[in-house]
């Protein structure tokens, strides 16, 4: 069965300052990758994915991730962090079938506070 | 930009009460499916739906959940006899390829 961790519950930054965060998987082969943010009473929205190809992937708000298979890890980046990047961010995963049917594991996520 | 959409965004029901939560998916996406997340909890896998039927669903979804396309625009969710436990927010997602989800609806069961 696949599962994430995402080893971090609450990480604070101050504004304009560098972030990572982690998320490592389990899945027996190669995986569907994403990160999705949740602002407060809101929905989730796809920060990025990884399906195949280039492992570095580039998403929206200036985040990117690399998929890094001997690591099984899937961290996401962002050079300069704005205020409004305060959310809780999940790592998921789905099942590579080969097919666009498939569920989504996800991690516990990691709380973002920004601070100016 | 096409969106999935959800009703009611908020539901308060009586315990062994039915509710019916409705989605509305994204017009071209063919796989519909339901998630929920209790409160302070990480989000978790209920259904699949494909072509009419349930594709996959995860041990959470026991015979009082059911869920139905009705029409050609409308995915639902039925919890028959809503216990305590159900209380949490319940996502609709649709896909092509990409997971896309609704705002939610946020079940409290009394």
């Known amino acids: 069965a696949q599962s994430v961790t995402q080893p971090d519950i609450h990480i604070t930054v101050s504004e304009g300052a560098s972030l990572e965060l982690r998320c490592n998987y389990s899945?027996?082969?190669?995986?569907?990758l994403f990160w999705y943010v949740q602002s407060p009473g809101q929905g989730l929205q796809l920060l990025l994915k990884?399906?195949?190809?280039?492992?570095l992937v580039q998403g929206i708000k200036g985040f990117e991730a690399e998929f890094k298979r001997s690591q099984s890890s899937f961290n996401l980046r962002k050079p300069s962090v704005h205020w409004s990047d305060a959310a809780e961010y999940f790592c998921?995963?789905?099942?590579?079938?080969?097919?666009?049917?498939?569920?989504?594991?996800f991690g516990k996520g990691t709380l973002l506070t920004v601070n100016p | 930009e096409p969106e999935v959409t959800q009703t009611p965004s908020h539901q308060v029901t009586q315990m062994g009460q039915e509710v019916i939560l409705r989605c509305v998916p994204i017009s071209n996406h063919l796989y519909f499916y339901w998630y929920r997340q209790i409160l302070g909890q990480k989000v978790e896998f209920l259904v699949s739906f494909y072509n009419n039927e349930i594709s996959e669903k995860s041990e959470i979804f026991d015979d009082q959940f059911s869920v139905e396309r009705p029409d050609g625009s409308n995915f639902t969710l039925k919890i028959r006899s809503t216990k305590l436990e159900d209380s949490a927010m319940y996502f609709c997602?649709?896909?092509?390829?990409?997971?896309?989800f609704g705002p939610g609806t946020r079940l409290l069961v009394l």
């Open positions: 997602a649709s896909s092509a390829e990409t997971q896309y």
């Open positions: 990884y399906f195949s190809g280039d492992t």
């Open positions: 998921a995963v789905g099942a590579n079938s080969g097919g666009s049917n498939y569920k989504l594991t």
């Open positions: 899945y027996g082969a190669t995986p569907y």
